[in-house]
Nanobody, 122 residues
Framework: EVQLVESGGDLVQAGGSLRLSCVASGFTFDDYAIGWFRQAPGKEREGLSCIGSADGSTYYADSVKGRFTISSDNAKNTVYLQMNSLKPEDTAVYYC???????????????RGQGTQVTVSS
């Protein structure tokens, strides 16, 4: 059974940082990519970043480029999203998802985690 468990969300002031974690299980981690996306109330899902587990290829949406960094610890089947210089508009529920490969958005998502809440206060 594919499982993705996110953690690390919190309430933080604008300009602050958070690191999100996504622990994956139930599939061959090295054969897929992991992506992070977010969804705020009343807004569409927004793909943010992904990483290919085998080759380390990455993608960043323009909205987070230069502020967010994705990384992977294949030994732990874990992907991290380091988020710096957070803004109030980054407030959303953040999810990780299994991707066939890391590409530009839009992504086809079959499996995602339960999400972790990130709230950025002004």
């Amino acid at each position: 059974e594919v499982q993705l468990v996110e953690s690390g969300g919190d309430l933080v002031q604008a300009g602050g940082s958070l690191r999100l974690s996504c622990v994956a299980s139930g599939f061959t981690f090295d054969d897929y990519a992991i992506g992070w996306f977010r969804q705020a109330p009343g807004k569409e899902r927004e793909g943010l970043s992904c990483i290919g587990s085998a080759d380390g290829s990455t993608y960043y949406a323009d909205s987070v480029k230069g502020r967010f960094t994705i990384s992977s610890d294949n030994a732990k089947n874990t992907v991290y999203l380091q988020m710096n210089s957070l803004k109030p508009e980054d407030t959303a529920v953040y999810y990780c998802a299994v991707l066939v490969r890391c590409t530009v958005v839009p992504w086809g998502i079959d499996y995602r985690g339960q999400g972790t809440q990130v709230t950025v206060s002004s």
